[in-house]
């Protein structure tokens, strides 16, 4: 009865923690994140994590659990949410994976490559190699050694270019081949796939509203508060939406009415490539909407039950 597994992703701002929270209510669940930024302690407000209304009812996991002064892998996701899926087992509750970042799902669905660690010194390399070079020069000499990358990373993905780059040389294979043969660690579950659906003018309306909340309940504080940590400009928490934009307006190089509206912008294009993911790599997900929430959920409800 509980090898039930619920999967529920959909682009940001399309009301996803909301339907988890209600799903979680009616089939005795509890909530497991799936949105890389969320994991972050120091960020509640900027990266819409679940209201405190939400979680005082029911148990979220893995909803600010790291400090952003850290290196946060896919792997090391895996490891929590297997420990989490564990606690829900035990607890006889159904464990429901919300979140945007669809990596994260893939590594459910299709398995995390079994990369051995790669030390310290040739990251240091790697990265001291990506620096001198550049972002061309840096992908034209990765396309050299490993010619399998090509038309898979884009050259300005410079996380990813330095990554392939480290497994090539340490381990002597290609990213791509140690991709190919994984496997998922839950395929004893019985997995119920939901893609919230929203039309685009619905989904750029609920996104304009998200920014001007995020204002009223003090981001700028937030990020003033981020600031203080002076922490490495490659770790991820500073590819945060908003935070960027929230600088340029402390610096006065833009006004706050334009530092919304790139908030606007920058999300509007982050749920653009959220779709194209979906499309790509989710086709048969449920994709599920309704304008009215309450069909929303009864459609859910039908899907995982």
């Not at 919300?98 to 994260?104: D, E, F, K, S």
Request: aromatic share 10%.
């Amino acid at each position: 009865m509980f090898k039930k597994l619920i999967l529920l992703a959909g682009p940001t701002a399309s009301g996803k923690s909301n339907l988890a929270f209600k799903l979680a209510e009616k089939i005795n669940g509890e909530i497991i994140n799936a949105d890389s930024m969320q994991v972050f302690k120091e960020f509640s407000v900027l990266s819409s994590r679940p209201s405190l209304a939400q979680t005082s009812k029911i148990r979220h996991h893995l909803y600010g659990i790291i400090s952003v002064k850290k290196h946060f892998s896919a792997g090391n996701w895996l490891k929590e949410v297997k420990k989490k899926i564990n606690i829900c087992k035990k607890n006889q509750k159904v464990p429901i994976i919300v979140g945007g970042t669809g990596l994260y799902f893939n590594i459910i669905t299709k398995g995390i490559s079994k990369i051995p660690d790669i030390d310290l010194k040739t990251r240091k390399k790697v990265r001291n190699l990506f620096q001198k070079l550049g972002y061309r020069k840096f992908y034209n000499e990765l396309l050299k050694l490993d010619p399998k990358i090509k038309d898979r990373i884009l050259p300005t993905d410079s996380q990813r270019l330095q990554r392939a780059y480290e497994v090539k040389l340490k381990t002597k294979k290609s990213l791509y081949d140690w991709f190919a043969n994984t496997k998922s660690d839950f395929s004893d579950f019985e997995i119920k796939k939901i893609f919230i659906d929203i039309p685009r003018e619905v989904l750029l309306r609920r996104i304009s509203l998200r920014t001007e909340q995020m204002f009223k309940k003090r981001c700028i504080n937030e990020v003033k508060r981020f600031n203080a940590l002076k922490i490495n400009k490659s770790l991820s928490a500073n590819k945060l939406i908003g935070v960027k934009e929230i600088n340029d307006f402390l610096i006065k190089s833009i006004s706050l009415k334009q530092c919304k509206e790139l908030i606007n912008i920058k999300t509007r294009q982050y749920a653009k490539r959220q779709n194209t993911w979906a499309r790509g790599h989710m086709k048969n997900w449920n994709k599920l909407y309704s304008k009215n929430f309450s069909n929303l959920l009864k459609k859910s409800l039908k899907v995982v039950s």
